[in-house]
């Protein structure tokens, strides 16, 4: 599996993970996911699909995990979406899944657009997409959309744990973001670049790897954050991505943003403790 690591310049180059040992493919052994994710789309957007030849797209935000779909919902999603489908990876076969799971534990993540903006798209996966699925995930997500003329933002987090720098831990101020784009994205990241030798690995780099690819405009955003659980630092730590492209382009301030969310950060957590 490839991950990417950012050059000096913030450009994107590919390096090599390390094979996981044997105790680690023991362990996994016991839970075998099917090999490809699975893409169910509404009937509406079925039907668009097919008389349209795709989905209109002009901008594609891809949000991974508990902080990046925080934001997303609370901050550019909160005045109306539809949903348009449901991209499920990690299931084995006879899990059962549909567009009404609602569940923290559902192993789904959702696709939606603004209704008042209809080319633009919202990925919400926050669920873990394994290495073996990830190309998967990829392509049937892009293959279903027009991505001629789209700019891709793809947001997540990961533990200042990871973060390697040569600044003492005591001089970070956490939580904190950094940045890499596509060479097509002509924006400029509103932090500093992924430092080396720091890599992304997973899906967000299956998605920069393809969109370097496909020469498709992209910006990847990562918050570091030194909290286990979901936490409104963190989630604030976003919001500073509204004024920047492509986000500024649609970004409408939600007035009731610091009480939504605190009530999603209280239910994120207290579902977390159910399973402890």
Not at 89 to 116: K, V
Not at 156 to 170: D, F, G, L, M, N
Not at 229 to 252: C, G, N
């Amino acid at each position: 599996m490839s991950e990417l690591g950012p050059s000096f310049y913030g450009e994107v180059l590919p390096v090599f993970s390390r094979a996981v040992d044997e105790e680690e493919d023991e362990d996994d052994a016991e839970c075998v996911p099917v090999e490809s994710s699975v893409l169910q789309w509404s009937p509406e957007a079925l039907a668009e699909m097919k008389r349209e030849g795709g989905l209109e797209c002009g901008i594609l935000v891809i949000a991974i995990d508990s902080v990046a779909t925080g934001f997303v919902q609370t901050h550019l999603l909160y005045e109306g979406a539809e949903r348009l489908g449901v991209l499920c990876s990690g299931l084995s076969d006879n899990c059962i899944n549909t567009l009404d799971q609602e569940s923290f534990t559902d192993e789904t993540c959702y696709i939606y657009r603004l209704r008042s903006h209809p080319s633009i798209l919202f990925c919400q996966c926050n669920t873990k997409v394994i290495p073996e699925q990830s190309s998967s995930w990829v392509q049937q997500l892009f293959s279903s959309v027009k991505s001629i003329h789209t700019y891709v933002a793809v947001l997540s987090h990961k533990s200042v744990s990871e973060y390697r720098s040569i600044q003492a831990p005591s001089q970070i101020n956490v939580p904190f973001l950094r940045a890499l784009k596509t060479t097509h994205f002509q924006g400029t990241p509103i932090c500093r670049y992924l430092e080396q030798p720091n890599i992304i690995d997973g899906l967000p780099a299956q998605i920069i790897t393809h969109c370097q690819v496909k020469a498709i405009p992209a910006v990847f955003y990562v918050c570091y954050t030194e909290n286990i659980y979901l936490d409104i630092e963190s989630l604030k730590e976003f919001t500073k991505l509204t004024a920047t492209t492509p986000f500024r382009d649609f970004y409408v301030p939600n007035p009731n943003a610091s009480e939504e969310l605190r009530k999603l950060v209280d239910q994120k957590n207290k579902s977390n403790l159910l399973y402890m």
